[in-house]
């Protein structure tokens, strides 16, 4: 297993462990269902239920899976994007305490879901715990970020494509951080365990983010209630890259960009930001055009560590926020 520093431990392991659910959003998810089902047994001493939250697959993979052992299946009754579909799974985990919420083209490493659970209970204030993310060459993506300020996000948008070490993105992104088990702004949605009864408080995910956003979003509304984010690097996931995203390119872009001027929308309303909003809507559009016909660098700014590092990190306890 990777291992990682922590920092900022803020209450001793509860020795009661609280009860646990994982949900899948799904559409069309094909082999990377399987792939995510066959590894979860080895990230829990004890198998989880599972909730398939499936948004019209055709394909027989969701039909496949809920044939196995603690696995249901139940459709949303149509496409509601990524956060509508997630709320529906976790209403049908029932009484879970915390819930695992995932993309499907997830696969899990040794003991992953044992130590967010664990850091779950060394945080009480965490709304949303999430582990390290490693893409299929083994280089830890940035999924623990901080809050897009105005001028961190137009510097990230208009150069991350281009100039990957551009000092927005490294800012936005905090690659240059050691990793450490401590808060941040907001966790990547792809992989994330809710604390519950935070998530309920705030009505969930917005069903108004049909993909992206929906995630920073969440964490935003939690942080203004008091509830924390905490990224758990000593987790370990790989993120694979959907089947989903491959088979709807274009229409995936369009709902990056909607869901990104929905956001500035939504954090600058008012008259005395229409001004900004109708520039970054603009610059949206243009970027939205652009990235139809032009490939960006690695598809954005590259990783910086790779798996191989960090797993040389001691195994310190230290408090430092990422």
Same mark, same amino acid.
């Given at each position: +297993? ?19 659910s ?18 979860? #047994? ?6 989880? #239920? ?19 052992p ?10 509601l ?17 915390l819930?695992?919420?995932?993309n499907?083209?997830? =696969? ?16 009480? @204030?965490?709304?949303?715990?999430? #582990?390290?993310?490693? %893409?299929?060459d083994g ?9 897009? /300020? ?19 993105t ?14 941040a ?6 992989? +994330?365990l809710?604390?519950? /009864?935070?998530?309920?408080?705030v009505?969930?995910?917005? #069903?108004?983010?049909f +993909?992206y ?6 964490c ?7 509830? =924390? ?22 229409? +995936? ?5 909607? /869901? ?7 954090e ?5 930001w ?7 809507g603009?610059?949206l559009?243009? @970027? ?9 660098v690695r598809?954005?700014?590259?990783? %910086? ?15 430092? =926020?990422?």
């Open positions: +297993m990777l291992r990682a520093r922590r920092g900022g431990v803020t209450a001793p392991p509860s020795s009661a462990r609280p009860t646990l994982v949900v899948v959003v799904t559409w069309q998810p094909g082999n990377d269902l399987d792939r995510f089902l066959d590894s979860l #047994p080895r990230a829990a001493a004890v198998a989880p #239920p599972v909730v398939i939250a499936d948004n019209g697959s055709t394909d027989g993979s969701v039909e496949r899976a809920a044939q196995r603690r696995v249901t299946l139940v459709p949303t009754g149509g496409n994007g990524y956060g509508g579909a997630a709320n529906v799974g976790v209403r049908a985990a029932g009484g879970a305490e819930v695992l919420v995932a499907p083209d997830i =696969e899990w490493h040794d003991g992953a879901l044992d130590e967010l659970v664990g850091a779950a209970q060394r945080w009480p @204030r965490a709304a949303i715990l999430g #582990p390290a993310i490693l %893409t299929p280089d830890l993506y940035p999924s623990a970020r901080s809050f897009p /300020s105005l001028s961190r996000g137009i510097g990230h948008a208009l150069l991350g494509w281009w100039w990957p070490s551009n000092p927005f490294r800012s936005y992104r905090r690659e240059r951080r050691d990793p450490v088990e401590a808060t702004g907001w966790l990547s949605g792809s992989c +994330m809710l604390r519950r /009864s935070a998530f309920d408080e009505g969930g995910f917005d #069903p108004a983010y +993909m956003f929906e995630d920073l979003e969440l935003r509304r939690l942080a203004r209630r008091g509830w =924390e984010s905490v990224y758990v690097p000593s987790a370990v996931v790989t993120h694979v890259g959907g089947q989903a995203t491959r088979l709807a390119k274009g229409p +995936m872009l369009k709902a990056h960009h909607r /869901s990104a001027y929905r956001y500035v929308r939504a600058y309303a008012g008259a005395r229409l001004p900004v909003r109708l520039l970054i603009a610059g559009t243009a @970027r939205y055009l652009l990235s139809l016909v032009a490939r960006p598809e954005g700014a590259p990783p %910086t560590r790779t798996a191989q590092t960090l797993a040389q990190l001691p195994d310190d306890i230290r408090t430092k =926020e990422i």
